[in-house]
């Protein structure tokens, strides 16, 4: 009978906890997503409040804000170990929304910048605290699936961002400030949604036996394993390669909507709508691949290194494309094969390879490392793009450490297997 109830508690309408976990980790990911794209398209009136800058300096606006979110990625996953998901989630989401209204009301390049740096400590509370929450409810023959759902949140905001951006600002030439309003109130609403969906240990059920014991509470999980199964050779490799992956995709978030504007003459709502193009072909492909990584689990690491090969050549294909339509069938084919497509497979390789007590840390961990390139990719390219009149050579470096992250990770792979 008690077990009878602890399914039922954790079934509400039909839906079990795990599978209401998917749907609010993926809207929170629609959330950030939201907010990263918006401001790219809009530079030019953003600088219309604010006074012209160069490219290097409105790239900042990216890295300041990634330099936050890449810095909280380790203290926030040992919070979430220490004190559970809830307690770390919700005051980050918070920040999140005071830093969207202080960006809002900027009248400076140095207020946004702040307020970049704050919504980067605020959303940096989400990465470990998602992916242990999908860890650790989500059954393992499920999870790759479940995490490229989960991820298509991604895809789903950045093509919001970008489009709406472009469409309100630039076609209807409403004020940009409005944006980041809309933004602060759909954090508001996500907060909501995590402090009345996500459990804590006063209302999710208590398990009867150990065999029912499934995770379905946001309890705090102490770290086991000490550093030296956070640096395997295999954690290693997962560390490079999503530094390599989010080197290229975070460029291309960054400044594709300016490279279309300024070097492929693209206008209006056509640069947002172009640059969605990777957001929403990333989806299917994202779904597609992680459902064959869940069916092929002993090809994971083929599946990874043909995907990373295939977004570096995407990558190229976009600057020498020699018209529009080819241009626009490798963004596409990058959205398909790219970050979107091999972060779910990753995700599971580290699930899969990590400690198996302390995965808020393992993830903060490994995001650390992936987005420590988010950092560099924005400014480094603002600078090359001062400097040569281009931001072409900027896609070819991105291609360049792609290929070379996935050498690293293939030797290290076939070493260990050997």
Known sequence: MQADSVAKNSKTGGMEYWQKIIIILCLGWVAIWIYRTVLTPIFPEIQGTIGQHSDAEMGLIASFYFFAYTGMQIPAGILVDKFGKKVVLIPGFLLFTIAALVIGNATSLSMIYLGSLLAGIGCGSYYGSAYSLSSENIPAERRGLSTAIINSGSAIGMGIGLIASSFFVKSLQMDWQLMLYMIAAILLIMVLVFAIVIKTPQTAPKPVTQAAAAPVEDVPVPVAGGKKNLFTGKMIAAYVIYFATC??????VTWLPSFLQQERGFEGVAIGFSSALVAFSAI????????MSDKFRDRKIGLIIFLELCAAVMLILTVIAPNSTILLIGLVLYGLLGKLAVEPILISY????????????SFGVFNFFGMSSSVIAPFLTGVISDQMGSKVMGFYISAIIL???TAIFFMANMKKNK
């Not at 080197?247 to 291309?252: A, K, T």
């Not at 580290?350 to 840390?361: C, L, R, S």
């Open 247 to 252: 080197y290229g995709y975070y460029m291309v």
């Open 403 to 405: 290929v070379v992250g």
């Open 284 to 291: 299917p492909g994202a779904l597609f691949f992680s459902r």
């Open 350 to 361: 580290v699930a899969d390879n990590a400690p198996k007590t302390g995965y808020g840390t």
